[in-house]
């Protein structure tokens, strides 16, 4: 049997491990560390997500129908703002080649101050970075700007001051889809006022495409972001088998241990079997009935952009 070696171990995703456990399938052992703020913790994990830009069908059905969707909608989307200055809160913000979409046709029509968040301060490097070369009034760096959301609320206050009284979210790349919806809107609903705007990109599945949107996850670029999580904690590359799978609504995406190991970290042992299997990711992506019943119950006003194929949602929500 295999033992890492101690110097290997992430003592976050270690502790994460340990504290989940594994549950039972059958005579399957089910480990489940799938958390978002797991992939990014490192500057290589970070840039091992935006090469997923290479990924033919990850970037066809997620990315280029959201852009495609943004390009089709902008004029009407844009209507709902009305006068005055804008902070654009980009929540995930990734390099904030979404946000530029944005920028540049309302840095023409208004006063405008762009605020990153991510969970990674190499993906906020790269949306300063990227949007510094578009002359926006103003692009706000402080402490918030590395924040997994909990702190929503908290930035949403701390932005209102001066001209910038009204905030445009931006949640897109289907980002909601990485979190419990009704705890992620719960948070985003309780940071906006009435003339706040907030944008949404998610994916939709439904009998006749979830194939294809399987497809798109079950890529070698997802397999080499996502299997740096298990190799912090020790495990071997060649030990570990990716796969993707549709289930409850959501896209699992986990590893097959091939043969039986080990980790020792912390005066702790755990051992992993033959054919236990780790999810590291998951992304909800819920049917469209679905979908419209969770923005309707939590926001007043809501307009839906969707796709002709019914894979992929824009919906533009105000409370």
């Known amino acids: ?54 990924s033919k069908d990850y970037r066809k059905d997620i990315i280029q129908k959201e852009i495609d969707l943004i390009n089709q909608n902008l004029p009407e989307i844009l209507k709902k703002f009305g006068d005055g200055a804008l902070n654009l809160i980009d929540l995930g913000c990734g ?6 979409l944005f920028i540049e046709t309302l840095k023409e029509k208004t006063k405008l101050r ?31 700007n590395i924040s997994d959301f909990e702190n929503i609320e908290n930035v949403s206050n701390l932005l209102r001051y001066k001209d910038y009284k009204k905030h445009f979210f931006l949640l897109l790349g289907n980002t909601l889809g990485n979190f419990e919806i009704n705890e992620l809107l719960y948070e985003i609903r309780s940071a906006m006022e009435w003339d706040d705007v907030l944008l949404i990109g998610n994916g939709l599945v439904n009998t006749k ?20 999580t298990l190799t912090q904690i020790g495990l071997k590359k ?8 549709l289930k409850n609504q959501r896209i699992e995406m986990y590893y097959t241990i091939k043969k039986d190991c080990s980790i020792k970290f912390l005066e702790k042992e755990v051992m992993f079997n033959k054919g236990d299997q780790i999810i590291v990711a998951v992304s909800y992506h819920y049917n469209k009935e679905d979908f ?7 926001f007043g006003k809501v307009d839906f952009y969707i796709s002709k194929d019914e894979s992929y949602a824009l919906v533009l929500c105000k409370k």
């Open 238 to 245: 060649e030990n570990l088998e990716y796969g993707a799978r």
């Open 292 to 298: 419209i019943s969770f923005m309707k119950m939590y």
């Open 114 to 144: 762009y605020c990153p968040i991510d969970i990674s301060s190499y993906m906020v490097e790269k949306a300063i970075s990227r949007v510094s070369k578009l002359n926006v009034d103003e692009i706000v760096k402080f402490q918030w």
């Open 1 to 54: 049997m295999e033992t890492a070696d101690e110097p290997k171990i992430n003592d976050l995703i270690f502790r994460e491990l340990i504290k989940r456990g594994y549950s039972l399938e059958g005579n399957t052992r089910i480990w489940n560390i799938a958390d978002s703020k797991l992939w990014y913790l490192t500057p290589d994990q970070a840039q091992a997500f935006l090469n997923l830009e290479k």
């Open 95 to 100: 390099d904030g080649k979404k946000a530029v």
């Open 209 to 228: 495409n979830s194939d294809e949107v399987l497809k798109a996850y079950n890529n070698k670029f997802l397999d080499e972001l996502l299997i740096k």
